[in-house]
C-alpha cells in the first residue's frame, strides 16, 4: 500500500512540474522586491530536498517549478545574475524571489538587503536555454524596429568619441587609460564607479589618480542599450593580490567598489 501511494505521489509531482512549465514559458518575466537567505538557513534543507549554500547561485520562488533557470536583474545597477530555483518563498509582501548570499553580492544588495529587480525565465530543468531560438526572436523584433527608427543604437565595437578634448576615441568593451589610450589588461583589478556621463567618469578617474591610485583605467560597456562607463584600479593574474588594494580603494572615496575580473 505505502509503496503504491509513494508511486502515485511522484507521479502527481512529475504533472504538476510539467503544468508549471506549460504555464511559466521561456521569456516569461515577473518584477518586484527580492531579498537575500540570511546565514543560519545555510546547510538546511530546502523545499526541493537539496541544501542551501549560501555560496551556490540559488533561489527560492513562490510558484515557479524546481530546477527552473532564471536571470535576475538588479533594477537600480542594471547587474543581472543566472539563478537555479531549488527553493519556496520568499512569503514576506511584495517580495518575488529570495536570493542566495552570493547572488546577492554580484547584484549588490548586501548593503540594502532588498531591492527591485525583473525576473527573467530562461530555462528549465537546470539549463539555461542555448539562446539561438531568443536572438532569433530578438533579430525579428530590432529589423522591424530598424525600419521604422531613424536612429539606430550602438552595438559593441562601434566608436563612441571622447567628449574631454584630447582627440582620441573610446570603443565599447576596451579599455583606456585616462589619457585616451588603448589598454589591455589582464587578470583582475577593481572595478570603482560606473558613469553614465563620460566627461565624469574621466574627471573622477583623474581624481583618483591625485589620490595616488596610480593605475586607473576606464571601460566603456553596455547596460540596456546604454552606454556606462565603468573605472578600474589596477590589474593583476591573482586576485587575492588585488584584494589587499581593496581597502584602499574605498577609503579614497569608493565605498562600492568591488573586484571584477577584466573582459
Avoid: W
Avoid at 28 to 55: L, W
Avoid at 87 to 112: F, N
Amino acid at each position: 500500500m505505502k509503496v503504491k501511494l509513494l508511486y502515485l505521489f511522484s507521479i502527481l509531482l512529475c504533472l504538476s512540474q510539467t503544468g508549471f512549465s506549460q504555464k511559466y514559458k521561456i521569456g516569461y518575466k515577473q518584477k518586484g522586491k527580492a531579498s537575500y537567505y540570511a546565514g543560519k538557513f545555510h546547510g538546511r534543507k530546502t523545499a526541493s530536498g537539496e541544501k542551501y549554500n549560501m555560496n551556490a547561485m540559488t533561489a527560492a520562488h513562490k510558484k515557479l517549478p524546481f530546477n527552473t533557470m532564471v536571470k535576475v536583474t538588479n533594477k537600480a545597477n542594471g547587474k543581472s545574475v543566472t539563478l537555479r530555483i531549488t527553493d519556496r518563498g520568499p512569503y514576506k509582501g511584495g517580495r518575488i524571489i529570495d536570493v542566495s548570499k552570493e547572488a546577492a553580492k554580484r547584484l549588490d544588495m548586501i548593503k540594502s538587503g532588498v531591492s527591485t529587480v525583473e525576473l527573467e525565465i530562461i530555462g528549465f530543468n537546470g539549463k539555461a536555454e542555448s539562446g539561438k531560438k531568443s536572438k532569433k526572436k530578438k533579430n525579428k523584433k530590432s529589423k522591424k524596429k530598424n525600419k521604422k527608427a531613424t536612429k539606430v543604437n550602438k552595438m559593441p565595437g562601434q566608436t563612441i568619441p571622447v567628449a574631454t578634448g584630447n582627440g582620441s576615441k573610446f570603443q565599447l568593451n576596451k579599455t583606456y587609460t585616462t589619457a585616451g589610450k588603448l589598454y589591455n589588461p589582464k587578470g583582475f583589478g577593481i572595478q570603482m564607479a560606473s558613469y553614465a556621463d563620460l566627461d565624469q567618469a574621466v574627471k573622477m578617474a583623474k581624481g583618483a589618480q591625485k589620490k595616488g591610485l596610480s593605475k586607473v583605467f576606464i571601460q566603456p560597456g553596455l547596460v540596456k542599450n546604454k552606454t556606462y562607463y565603468r573605472i578600474f584600479y589596477g590589474e593583476s593574474p591573482n586576485q587575492n593580490n588585488i584584494k589587499k588594494e581593496l581597502g584602499k580603494v574605498k577609503r579614497s572615496g569608493f565605498p562600492k567598489a568591488f573586484i571584477k575580473a577584466y573582459n
